[in-house]
């Protein structure tokens, strides 16, 4: 069984928002794939099914972004889950230009709370990623404005394919090399 979680932020006042990214491709993942994410559990959305032939759990942690490691470890220890084999997380990165993507296999947390959360939880850096890029903070903006802000229309129209083209990665990592999925998605828009 894999688990794949979208981090983001609960609540309508986030919804949509750059820290909001993980959500929205894990909601493309459920679409495609017929998959509700409405069962509470593990301080958590989520929804099981099958993608690819593969058993999956969805997982949109409910606890905020910056606790996202309690509800992924409680989910991988549930079900077992080897986070360095069976774990796949999507989420925002404002290193990378909007709606360009970069998969890794493991990594630091990159100044990331969310990542940095589940690094501490799981006691490890090895699990796929998939960083969805936001784009970088505008010279004088405070960080916190900046992720919990909403995209313009010209960038939803840009990160509404990048949420889709980080669902298809996450869908092909669950039967693909790594190398291979990152050598087809990390290339520049």
Known sequence: M??????????????????????EAIEKLSD????????????????SGVIEG??????????????????????????????EEELIVMYDDISL???QLRIRKKGSAGGHNGVKSIIQHLNTQVFKRIKIGVGEKPSGYDLADYVLGHFSKAEWAEMTDAFDRASQAAAKLLTEDAEHVMNEFNTRK
């Open 97 to 99: 230009a909007p709606g």
């Open 2 to 23: 894999y688990i794949i979680a979208g981090l983001g932020n609960p609540g309508k006042q986030y919804a949509h928002t750059r820290h909001n990214a993980g959500f």
């Open 32 to 47: 495609r794939y017929g998959i509700a994410i409405e069962t509470k559990k593990f301080q958590a959305l989520c929804g």
């Open 54 to 83: 593969q058993k999956v759990l969805l997982l949109k942690p409910q606890t905020y972004m910056n606790l996202s490691g309690e509800s992924l470890r409680a989910a991988c220890d549930f079900y077992k889950v080897d986070p």
